[in-house]
Every structure is written in C-alpha cells, then in structure tokens.
C-alpha cells in the first residue's frame, strides 16, 4: 500500500496595509494581530500535531516535511513564527514561484516532490489559497466542502487534507479529504 499523502495549506497571516517606504507588496510585514495569531497557531499545532486533536502522525495525517514558502515577507514571517514549535520542523524552501501563483502552479510545484514525502505544507497567499481550499476537495466530501464555504479562507487559516493519490506527481484537484479546517482564534477544527 502507498503512503498517505497529507497536505497542510496555510495563508499567511494578517499583515498590514501599506508597504514599508520604498517598498512594495511583497515587503508588507505582519500586523499585530497576524504575529499573535501565527504565533498561536504555531502553539495549537505544537511539537507533534496533538494540539490539533486530528491524530497526526496515526491514520489521519502526517506533520509536514517541508514546507514550500513564499517569499513575501508576510509569509517568510508567518512560517517563522508557526513552524518553530514542531519538533523535527519540517525543511523549509522558499520558492520564489509561490509569490503571486495560481492554484495550477502550485499544484505542479506539489507534483515534484520527492515521493519520498508523505506530507508538504505550502504557507501562500490568497486568492489562491481559498480557490486551493475549494478545489483540491473530492466532490464526495460535502462536510469539507460546507465547512470551507461557511467558514472561508482568511488570514492564517490552516486546512489539512487526506489526498488520494498515490504519488505527489498524481495531484489534481478534487482529490482530497478534509481532516480540519483552523481559523483563528483557533477554537478546533472541523
């Protein structure tokens, strides 16, 4: 039997407004509230996952990796502050493709994983996180489907998703199975 695939999919949390003087988007830093919120994040998800209570690491799911990080300072920031608590924490690649990417180039950066892999976070930015949320879910996960459509995709929200594939270079979408869906303030998951 092939291992299981899991994909953690995370938009950065909230940054502010304006870019710094002499900036551009891609410098925009973390608000307040979006270092708070990624920092609790980081704690809920802990060290193995447990915090989450999806039992990780068992039959629903893996911790990440590696994680495939945009560029962006909101997002490099984002990864910095949830992915310090995990233990071993997932290898980290910044890839400059993931600023300002559509779901289909994400989706080809996922089919080129080492197969090795059995679970990837990717930490970017939205529209493409939401049309992801929607897109990647089998249509025969209505509660998924409900629950992203309810509750959206907005800042620093983490979805975690079962794929049915047997190989990262199999990665479509409307292949996978919602395990939770966290938005802050982080009250649990789906």
């Known amino acids: 039997m092939p291992p299981e695939r899991t994909l953690w999919l995370l938009r950065h949390a ?40 999806l039992g990780l690491g068992h039959d629903l799911g893996h911790l990440p990796q590696v994680a495939l990080v945009s560029p962006a300072v909101r997002t490099v920031e984002t990864a910095d502050l949830v992915l310090e608590f995990m233990d071993p924490a997932p290898q980290r690649e910044e ?70 594939i047997a190989h990262w270079t199999d990665l479509g979408g409307r292949c996978a199975h919602l395990l939770g869906l966290f938005i802050p303030p982080f009250e649990g998951g789906g």
């Not at 990624?38 to 802990?46: D, S």
């Not at 080492?114 to 939205?126: F, K, R």
């Open 95 to 164: 890839d400059p493709e993931l600023y300002g990417a559509e779901p289909d180039e994400i989706l080809a950066r996922l089919r080129t994983l080492d197969e090795g892999l059995v679970s990837a976070m990717v930490i970017g930015h939205n529209p493409t996180a939401q049309a992801l949320a929607l897109g990647l879910l089998d249509p025969d996960d209505a509660a998924g489907r409900d629950l992203v459509v309810r509750r959206r995709f907005p800042t620093c929200a983490l979805g975690i998703y079962r794929l049915d």
């Open 14 to 53: 909230k940054a502010v407004a304006d870019p710094p003087p002499d900036g551009a988007d891609f410098d925009r830093v973390l608000a307040p509230r979006g270092r708070r919120d990624a920092r609790a994040l980081g704690a809920l998800i802990g060290r193995d996952g447990s915090g989450l209570g």
